[in-house]
Nanobody
Framework: QVRLVESGGGLVQPGGSLRLSCEVT????????IGWFRQAPDKEREGISC????????DYVDSLKGRFTSSRDGAKNVVYLQMNGLEPEDSALYYC?????????????????WGQGTQVTVVS
């Protein structure tokens, strides 16, 4: 069984930064494709980043390239999402997820397992 636990969300001012963490168990971490998604009220769940060593057709959504960076720590089985220059429209519930077949994807239907989510709120 796969378990993902997100942390690091919170309240931040516009222009600020946060680093989200996702601790992953139940998979061979080095071979897993781990993605980040977010969902704001009245919007679809959006794939925003993914990291893997197995390929796939997604790494970062174009609108967030340069502000959001995903990285992996194999020793800790943790995936990070560094978020800089946060804006109110970035406010959402952020999820990490394991994608099927070790292949990165930004499509929610390709997710095998979800974390519980962590809230990010950007407000003056």
């Amino acid at each position: 069984q796969v378990r993902l636990v997100e942390s690091g969300g919170g309240l931040v001012q516009p222009g600020g930064s946060l680093r989200l963490s996702c601790e992953v168990t139940g998979v061979t971490f080095d071979y897993a494709a781990i993605g980040w998604f977010r969902q704001a009220p009245d919007k679809e769940r959006e794939g925003i980043s993914c990291t893997s060593y197995g390929g796939g057709n997604f790494d970062y959504v174009d609108s967030l390239k340069g502000r959001f960076t995903s990285s992996r720590d194999g020793a800790k089985n943790v995936v990070y999402l560094q978020m800089n220059g946060l804006e109110p429209e970035d406010s959402a519930l952020y999820y990490c997820a394991v994608l099927r077949h070790g292949l990165c994807s930004g499509v929610a239907a390709d997710v095998a397992s979800w974390g519980q989510g962590t809230q990010v709120t950007v407000v003056s």
